[in-house]
């Protein structure tokens, strides 16, 4: 634990790099120093502006995620470089509904699965197609089921194309 005087020196010492950084949080160059301490000591709006920085690590996303502010930790679904492990975690601390997770670009393939065909964007298409190395026939065949049934379940859709 930090003696008052050290408490006071880091303080300034932080006061002093935050002014360059203080309307750039989402630069992704933002100091993984300066990310941490915004992420535990910040402001409503500094928290909630530095979620949509898309180069945070992992130490200062988990920090978000466990701060039990799930107006600022939601933020983070806007975040489109969220890593995977991160989505679920998200998901889990604040019980949101599997539809909202499930949507996300990187959601695992066991959620993404089980979120309407329809209802994904292009870009978590986009990575689904990625994770499961779809060729462009799969690609256009499956661009077909969306189009003839866009409330199945991506499982449902993908054993159209691909049955296992």
């Known amino acids: 634990m930090r ?4 408490g006071q020196r880091w303080a300034t ?5 935050w002014q360059g950084w203080a309307t750039r949080l989402d630069d992704p160059a933002l100091p ?3 990310a941490a301490g915004v992420a535990s000591r910040g402001t409503l709006e ?8 898309r180069a945070l690590p992992h130490d200062v996303l988990l920090t978000i995620i466990t701060t039990n502010e799930p107006e600022v930790a939601g933020g983070l679904l806007l975040n489109y470089d969220l890593p995977s492990e991160m989505v679920d975690l998200l998901a ?3 019980s949101l ?12 393939l066991v959620r993404k699965m089980r979120h ?4 994904l964007t292009g870009l978590a298409l986009h990575r689904f197609f990625l994770a499961v190395r779809a060729t462009d026939d799969e ?15 991506l499982a449902a859709a993908w054993e159209k194309v691909r049955p296992t």
């Open 3 to 6: 003696s008052w005087r050290e």
């Open 13 to 17: 010492d932080m006061s002093e790099r």
């Open 32 to 34: 993984p120093l300066i």
């Open 46 to 53: 500094e928290r909630h502006a530095l979620t949509a920085n």
């Open 92 to 94: 889990e601390r604040l």
């Open 139 to 153: 690609q256009q065949h499956l661009h077909t089921v969306i189009d003839e049934e866009p409330r199945a379940r």
């Open 97 to 108: 509904p599997d539809a909202l997770a499930s949507g996300h670009p990187n959601a695992s």
């Open 116 to 119: 309407p065909v329809g209802e």
